[in-house]
């Protein structure tokens, strides 16, 4: 029973919660000793007087950062604490599915062959970084021309060597978000420059876009990949 008030309250239906599947498996005493603090967004579609959607019973406000990232803030109401009798005619609804990322360890079947991508990609990170150094940042070219410029230079100098455009690229990317980062500390005072990627560094990576099953048979994969993934 959704609480709404002293007078005021909804119950869910049998039928809506057949299907719901257990989470025993993961339910452990802690959680049972800290399940009163834990928040449970919910939102209640109320099947009576015209079936509309009653949003004051949702005990959230989503707030959105961005056109792919969303928020949920819980409201401070009457809806802090949620108990459930059944049955009658208010149907819980999901409106928006979650994107989980999930890690994962892989190994290459082809060392040499993740080794020129690496490179690869700290080389076009670092004639971006060169570029953005030695040119003033009026004359700067803007992410998709340089992007060109530097796939076209690297691709000619890879002969021969393993190579993929989308990793340069997105290198290339990762250059623009470290000088959009640079900017923003210098205009708040901060003394920082440019740096480039060097092959001693421990932690090496490259970045690769578009998740194919074709890229991947390049490696052993410790899990499943569901396909969904692809």
Not at 102 to 108: D, F, H, S
Not at 178 to 203: M, N, P, Q
Request: net charge positive; proline share 3%; aromatic share 10%.
């Amino acid at each position: 029973m959704p609480t709404l008030s002293q007078n005021s309250y909804l119950t869910l239906a049998a039928d809506s919660i057949l299907k719901d599947r257990t989470l025993s498996e993961f339910w452990n005493e802690s959680c049972q000793a800290i399940q009163s603090e834990l928040f449970l967004p919910h939102l209640i579609e109320y099947q009576g007087r015209g079936s509309r959607l009653l949003s004051e019973l949702s005990n959230f406000t989503e707030v959105k950062l961005s056109f792919r990232k969303t928020i949920i803030i819980p409201k401070a109401s009457t809806l802090q604490h949620l108990s459930v009798f059944l049955p009658v005619f208010a149907i819980p609804k999901a409106e928006k599915e979650t994107v989980v990322t999930r890690k994962i360890r892989i190994y290459p079947v082809n060392e040499s062959d993740m080794s020129d991508l690496l490179s690869l990609a700290r080389r076009a990170y670092n004639l971006a970084i060169e570029h953005f150094k030695n040119t003033p940042f009026s004359e700067q070219l803007n992410v998709t021309d340089l992007r060109k410029k530097i796939k076209t230079q690297v691709k000619a100098e890879w002969d021969g060597r393993n190579y993929r455009a989308e990793v340069a690229g997105e290198a290339v990317r990762e250059a623009f978000k470290t000088r959009t980062a640079l900017i923003s500390k210098r205009k708040k005072g901060e003394k920082c420059d440019y740096k480039f990627r060097s092959i001693k560094e421990v932690r090496q990576s490259f970045v690769e876009q578009r998740l194919t099953k074709k890229f991947m048979s390049n490696f052993f994969v410790t899990e499943e990949i569901a396909d969904e993934s692809f």
